[in-house]
């Protein structure tokens, strides 16, 4: 049943994402490219200063040629420096994902989402930056004890940076706790549909990685729609007030359940 639910979600999400695409002035595919171009370079340079002049080693009779640190052959670079570089790339990508966040949160509403979107989550750097370190650590915490309690902590705090994204004005706790809230029952229903795109994943590596620049926006607007509709069934989550008439002094309630003024949510 679950199988089901998540498989009929996503074929309504795709012709709903392929009609909000078609409005959008900046082509999801091409912020796509340059999101994972950013990650490829970053990741780049982080495995350059991680590599030494050891990388050709045979092991048996196969030469190891796995990552793109092994393109490289020079002096090894003091450890502080590989743990500092190590660090500064992690940052940066934490903070570049949640601006990718906050492009696919504008596309869903409508809005005009332009290239620099990308780097709006500097704004609020540091609330992204300990929302993903706690998120680390208590998942961390988790599967010490074992693997399982560790995955579903994972998808715990799976809508913690949308929260976060929605309203950066509000706290990293308020953020976590809010998602755990959202995702108490329906953990399965997201594993399913993670489930579900394993096939593309799989499809995306023997491409090299380039159907990435058509499946992540489709993968984003997916989760995105979970994301909308749990928020509404449970009425948890951040609904900003509609805007009004001007000289309309109507009282209107902003009803967190969904419905009146929020419903479009």
Not at 136 to 148: D, E, K, N, S
Request: net charge neutral.
């Amino acid at each position: 049943a679950l199988l089901k639910s998540s498989c009929n979600f996503r074929r309504r999400s795709v012709s709903s994402m392929a009609a909000r695409m078609e409005g959008v002035t900046v082509s999801a595919y091409r912020i796509t490219l340059i999101f994972l171009l950013i990650q490829a370079a970053l990741a780049l340079a982080e495995d350059y200063v991680g590599a030494n002049e050891g990388v050709w080693v045979q092991v048996g009779d196969m030469e190891i040629l796995v990552r793109s640190s092994y393109l490289f052959s020079h002096p090894a670079f003091p450890t502080p420096v590989v743990l500092f570089v190590s660090v500064f790339v992690w940052l940066l990508v934490c903070v570049l994902s949640a601006g990718w966040v906050l492009y696919h949160l504008g596309v869903r509403r409508g809005k005009v989402m332009p290239y620099d979107t990308l780097f709006e989550g500097f704004g609020f750097a540091g609330k992204i930056i300990l929302l993903n370190v706690l998120i680390g650590v208590f998942v961390f915490l988790w599967a010490c004890l074992f693997i399982v309690p560790g995955i579903i902590a994972a998808y715990r705090y799976r809508f913690a940076l949308y929260n976060l994204c929605e309203n950066p004005d509000m706290g990293v706790m308020e953020a976590l706790n809010m998602s755990k809230a959202q995702t108490m029952g329906f953990k399965g229903q997201l594993f399913v549909l993670d489930l579900t795109f394993i096939g593309w994943y799989l499809l995306s590596g023997l491409t090299a990685g380039i159907l990435l620049i058509w499946l992540a926006p489709y993968r984003m607007q997916t989760d995105m729609g979970y994301f909308q509709q749990i928020k509404n069934i449970k009425g948890i989550g951040y609904f900003p007030e509609q805007p009004r008439p001007e000289n309309d002094d109507t009282f209107r309630p902003n009803d967190p359940f969904g419905g009146g003024n929020n419903s479009q949510w």
